[in-house]
T-cell receptor
Framework: EAGVTQFPSHSVIEKGQTVTLRCDPI?????LYWYRRVMGKEIKFLLH????????ESGMPNNRFLAERTGGTYSTLKVQPAELEDSGVYFC?????????????FGPGTRLTVL | RKEVEQDPGPFNVPEGATVAFNCTYS??????FFWYRQDCRKEPKLLMS???SGNEDGRFTAQLNRASQYISLLIRDSKLSDSATYLC????????????FGDGTTLTVKP
């Protein structure tokens, strides 16, 4: 079974540019999560989709971040315009519905550098 | 105060040693608990879920104390391949929802 995949693995952009990250969850997983780790800090939650619906977006830092999951399959996270403090590693995770303990499976992450 | 706090580490131990990591969480309503392992520049990988009764998987034993809001991970007979960062993760509700991570504790096992 294929795991969670993310694209690109690395992105280097200049301040003010736009970047779109993509996540493909494990097939059949209704729950999709975005997390971020900025340097020196712990991994922090950004938002949670159940199928195509945003269940919890309390972790989104500001309105420069837009996440979508049209059709309830893959998800994109767009940062526009990017700022220096957006640099970090963006992880996507997925889990199936009905999982008793909600073990989440993580993708390899996208390392974003904003110059 | 952070929602999930772990031993700051780092831990440097010889092969064969037993090492224990501790974690405390502040949300008493938390329902699910996990230990993840993260290798350098890789994604977190689930090591084990932590159940109220405690659970063991080979050389790894996890314990949960709900009254004290405390989770532990014990690694026996450490191997070089155990070197990694160990993340304590807490979910507020059982069957869905965000995970809250600790900062992680780094373990280095030396020959």
């Amino acid at each position: 079974e294929a795991g969670v995949t993310q694209f690109p693995s690395h992105s280097v952009i200049e301040k003010g540019q736009t970047v779109t990250l993509r996540c493909d969850p494990i097939s059949g997983h209704d729950n999709l999560y975005w997390y971020r780790r900025v340097m020196g800090k712990e991994i922090k939650f950004l938002l949670h989709f159940v199928k195509e619906s945003k269940q919890d977006e309390s972790g989104m830092p500001n309105n420069r971040f837009l996440a979508e999951r049209t059709g309830g399959t893959y998800s994109t996270l767009k940062v526009q315009p990017a700022e220096l403090e957006d640099s970090g590693v963006y992880f996507c995770a997925s889990s199936p519905s009905g999982s008793l303990h909600n073990e989440q499976f993580f993708g390899p992450g996208t390392r974003l550098t904003v110059l | 105060r952070k929602e999930v706090e772990q031993d700051p580490g780092p831990f440097n131990v010889p092969e064969g040693a037993t090492v224990a990591f501790n974690c405390t969480y502040s949300n008493s309503a938390s329902q699910s608990f996990f230990w993840y392992r993260q290798d350098c520049r890789k994604e977190p990988k689930l090591l084990m879920s932590v159940y109220s009764s405690g659970n063991e998987d080979g050389r790894f034993t996890a314990q949960l104390n709900r009254a004290s809001q405390y989770i532990s991970l014990l690694i026996r007979d450490s191997k070089l391949s155990d070197s990694a960062t160990y993340l304590c993760v807490v979910n507020p509700i059982t069957n869905a929802g965000k995970s809250t991570f600790g900062d992680g504790t780094t373990l280095t096992v030396k020959p």
